[in-house]
């Protein structure tokens, strides 16, 4: 999978990907993430790739024509399955769009600044728009980063233990089992005995009522939805 980013701070994008399970996928060539700055392709003096907004108001916006020639750029070289916005108005990440997502071959994502992007941008080149949560950052660079983990770590062979995401909270509608590691008694507090009997069966069982009893405690909607 190939993710092109647009930001006009690629440094804050560096770290994110560069560590871990992002490295890895990236590594093993199965995730390929490209940074593009639109002020190395505005034709605006100065590198200019904002301004005030029509009408009035406080904040800048961000140009039509840098992010046009950037996106139009991009899609000569091959075909993108969706030009994703970072937006707090966009629609709710969650597990099961990052698993709708994992599944394409090509995205741009574009991260907002200021006052957010000119919305001719928005009617033309954007295909969906995400948000992260109901709180406002002050770019799209660290929501675009939480999407391309969650997306990332869903591309089959980038987890070592192919199972392990099939066990993640929300893979299945529900939240996860509590885990232990040893020591099996720490300060007293021992581990549930069930995960020491050595039956699988039992054990998943467990885990399954646990998951459930967790999701019903702080998730009930959870149980409600399809
Ligand atoms: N940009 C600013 N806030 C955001 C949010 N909550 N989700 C996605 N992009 C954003």
Excluded at 53 to 61: D, E, I, P, T
Excluded at 134 to 155: C, H, K, N, P, T
Excluded at 197 to 224: F, M, Q, V, Y
Aim: hydrophobic share 40%; with cysteine; charged share 25%.
């Amino acid at each position: 999978m190939r993710i092109d980013i647009i930001t006009v701070l690629p440094e804050l994008l560096e770290s994110p990907f560069n560590h871990s399970i992002m490295k890895r996928a990236q590594t093993k060539g199965l995730l390929n993430v490209h940074l593009h700055n639109p002020r190395d392709y505005t034709p605006y003096k100065q590198g200019q790739v904002d301004d005030y907004q029509f009408g009035g108001g406080a904040g800048m916006v961000m140009m039509a024509e840098p992010l046009a020639i950037l996106i139009e750029k991009l899609q000569g070289e091959r075909k993108y399955d969706e030009v994703i916005f970072m937006t707090p108005d966009g629609s709710l990440f969650d597990q099961k769009a990052a698993n709708t997502l994992s599944m394409r071959e090509n995205i741009i994502i574009i991260c907002g600044h200021y006052k957010g992007i000119d919305e001719r941008i928005r009617q033309h080149f954007v295909t969906m728009e995400i948000s992260i949560g109901d709180y406002v950052l002050s770019g799209g660079e660290l929501a675009a980063a939480v999407v391309v983990d969650a997306v990332g770590r869903l591309i089959p062979g980038v987890l070592n233990d192919e199972t392990s995401a099939l066990f993640d909270s929300f893979q299945d509608g529900l939240l996860a089992p509590p885990v232990y590691t040893r020591p099996a008694d720490f300060r007293g507090w021992p581990v549930p005995e069930i995960l020491l009997c050595g039956d699988p069966k039992k054990i998943d069982n467990w885990r399954h009522e646990e998951s459930l009893k967790r999701t019903a405690e702080r998730r009930p909607g959870l149980l409600k939805e399809d």
